[in-house]
T-cell receptor
Framework: TQLLEQSPQFLSIQEGENLTVYCNSSSVFSSLQWYRQEPGEGPVLLVTVVTGGEVKKLKRLTFQFGDARKDSSLHITAAQPGDTGLYLCAGPPGAGNNRKLIWGLGTSLAVNP | GAGVSQSPRYKVAKRGQDVALRCDPISGHVSLFWYQQALGQGPEFLTYFQNEAQLDKSGLPSDRFFAERPEGSVSTLKIQRTQQEDSAVYLC??????????????FGQGTRLTVV
């Protein structure tokens, strides 16, 4: 059973458009992380959100953690071709110290020039 | 080195063959993780080391999978009698501190294993 569901699975947009991708769960997570993975590379951490309702900004990327800590979103403003990649959310299941991460299947984003 | 290095980058194995995948973590990193990423999927946890101690191997899919980190630096993931369902990208990650969720882990490029 996949505890983290990401949507949409695929997204193809034109340069300059805005987009939002979602990471949802029926379970509460103590935190969620967002990664970006390019073909042939390992995932690279973008941000960790910890507090319910938290909003973090990273240049044109805005990350939000739901109040109930069951969902998160990533909003990209004025997307650029360099934003192309697989966006993955991940979080530690359960509470407390947990070294494992549960991963979503990812959203594959293509930004066309 | 500057980052996590994995070798080989690509491995083709005949079904039934044993393979060994190597991970060189960032120097001084205490924690080391192995993940398996099937095509179109997110990574799945395999095992975790804190220095040379394997503290969690609950994600290893069968007893054909074995990982070691004898000196607390380089790690090897060994798969015996490979099967087609073992085909995946195997990712290694390391982090400076004890591997809690809030410690950033740096990933290698992965080894793409294809079992034919």
């Amino acid at each position: 059973t996949q505890l983290l569901e990401q949507s949409p699975q695929f997204l193809s947009i034109q340069e300059g458009e805005n987009l939002t991708v979602y990471c949802n769960s029926s379970s509460v997570f103590s935190s969620l992380q967002w990664y970006r993975q390019e073909p042939g590379e390992g995932p690279v951490l973008l941000v960790t959100v910890v507090t319910g309702g938290e909003v973090k900004k990273l240049k044109r990327l805005t990350f939000q953690f739901g109040d109930a800590r069951k969902d998160s979103s990533l909003h990209i403003t004025a997307a650029q071709p360099g934003d192309t990649g697989l966006y993955l959310c991940a979080g530690p299941p359960g509470a407390g110290n947990n070294r494992k991460l549960i991963w979503g299947l990812g959203t594959s984003l293509a930004v066309n020039p | 080195g500057a980052g996590v290095s994995q070798s080989p980058r690509y491995k083709v194995a005949k079904r039934g063959q044993d393979v060994a995948l190597r991970c060189d973590p960032i120097s001084g990193h205490v924690s080391l993780f192995w993940y398996q990423q099937a095509l179109g999927q997110g990574p799945e946890f395999l095992t975790y080391f804190q220095n040379e101690a394997q503290l969690d191997k609950s994600g290893l899919p069968s007893d054909r999978f074995f990982a070691e980190r004898p000196e607390g630096s380089v790690s090897t993931l060994k798969i015996q009698r490979t099967q087609q369902e073992d085909s995946a990208v195997y990712l290694c990650a390391s982090s400076l501190k004890v591997g809690n969720w809030d410690t950033e882990a740096f990933f290698g490029q992965g080894t793409r294993l294809t079992v034919v």
